[in-house]
């Protein structure tokens, strides 16, 4: 019982950090702190996935844990800084719809409503880790969608559409842990090409344009064949 209660508590230990992981990537207007926030989002959803696959062991969440671990903080970030030009790594200020303080406020919103909204589900899951995961992985999600939201530019919305992924996966292992291998390594794989179209298609719009801001895309023509 007291590895169990250990277990749970380094649970919802990680399930904190991974929250405010989340936060982190509200917060900041840095590409390289929001891609940062989103690394070490990914090694807590790693470490919760670790801890709910030692007890019962579930070879599954182990290798799950493991593929987060190597995916995410170490392809994603490479696959990036080599596809992606310096200077958008670089830039200071991301071009957001909202400041920084009221997207805080809107993320706290977001987060106590997330936690009511997943009270009846909490009681029909069954487990012990279910009262930390679902909460904090549906919170996760529709932050990562609010970020997606008010952010403009192509990579912080990658990140935010990766953190909703995360914020997914966070709740579903606390859910249905043996279905998540196969799901893992086809997630792996379509989010590794997504971030290699993603970062080479910014590239070319940063050569052409001089901006990576989305909502610039909308004012471009094709021009008119000679």
Request: aromatic letters at 10%; a neutral charge; proline letters at 4%.
């Amino acid at each position: 019982m007291a590895g169990e209660s250990f277990l749970y508590q380094f649970n919802a230990l990680a399930g904190g950090f991974f929250l405010l992981c989340t936060f982190g990537m509200v917060a900041t207007r840095q590409v390289q702190g929001c891609l940062r926030f989103f690394v070490l989002q990914s090694l807590f959803l790693a470490a919760s996935a670790f801890v709910l696959g030692l007890r019962p062991l579930s070879w599954h969440l182990l290798a799950v844990a493991a593929i987060n671990v190597v995916n995410k903080p170490i392809l994603i970030p490479w696959l990036l800084r080599r596809t992606i030009p310096e200077e958008v790594h670089t830039r200071r200020e991301i071009t957001q719809v909202l400041n920084i303080p009221a997207s805080l406020l809107i993320a706290l919103g977001i987060a106590v409503g997330a936690y009511f909204l997943t009270l009846p589900w909490v009681s029909l899951a069954g487990t012990s880790y279910a009262g930390v995961n679902i909460p904090i992985g549906l919170a996760a999600l529709l932050l990562g969608a609010f970020t997606l939201t008010v952010r403009r530019e192509a990579v912080p919305q990658l990140l935010g559409l990766m953190a909703m992924e995360n914020g997914a996966f966070f709740t579903s292992i606390a859910i249905a842990p043996e279905l998540h291998l196969f799901v893992e390594l086809v997630v792996a794989f379509d989010v590794l090409i997504a971030v290699f179209v993603i970062g080479v298609l910014t590239t070319a719009i940063h050569e052409h344009i001089g901006t990576t801001e989305v909502g610039s895309l909308a004012v471009l023509r094709e021009e008119s064949s000679r």
